[in-house]
């Protein structure tokens, strides 16, 4: 369940960076390129995905969710009806309250705590080349 979340919290955690920043190339790398391009690059951006994942996940356990198929992300939802009993829709609405829970608090941290525009974006990672 909570790897269902990671790429919408993660995209959530973005979206703030893209909101927040004054910067216009991070501004428009945040929008083109979410994960490689900011989340991977600012540590603390993608840790505040990661705080939205484990309270997605805390929240979908706490209400006894479970997933009956696996399709990840929001457009996962229809992993949540149970096939035995179609009319039970507590694993559903476990995943649209853990979902929505869980790209605010990422959105939240990331704002708050995981971006601002003096910090100073990872290097990045390159291919080492072979000698042939």
Known sequence: MASSFITANESAAVLAVAIKSKKKDR?????????YGIN????????????????????????HGSMYGFTGSLIG?????????????NSFYAFLFS????IIVSFIVAWGWGYNDQMEMGKK??????SK
């Open 77 to 89: 939802s229809s992993s949540f009806f149970n096939p035995a009993h179609p009319t039970d829709l």
């Open 40 to 63: 991977l690059r600012f540590r603390k951006v993608f840790i505040s995905g990661l705080a939205g994942s484990a309270v997605g996940g805390l929240i979908t356990g706490l209400m």
């Open 27 to 35: 501004k428009s790398l945040g929008i083109a390129a979410a994960i």
């Open 125 to 130: 990672v390159t291919k080492k080349q072979t």
């Open 99 to 102: 979902s929505l829970a869980a």
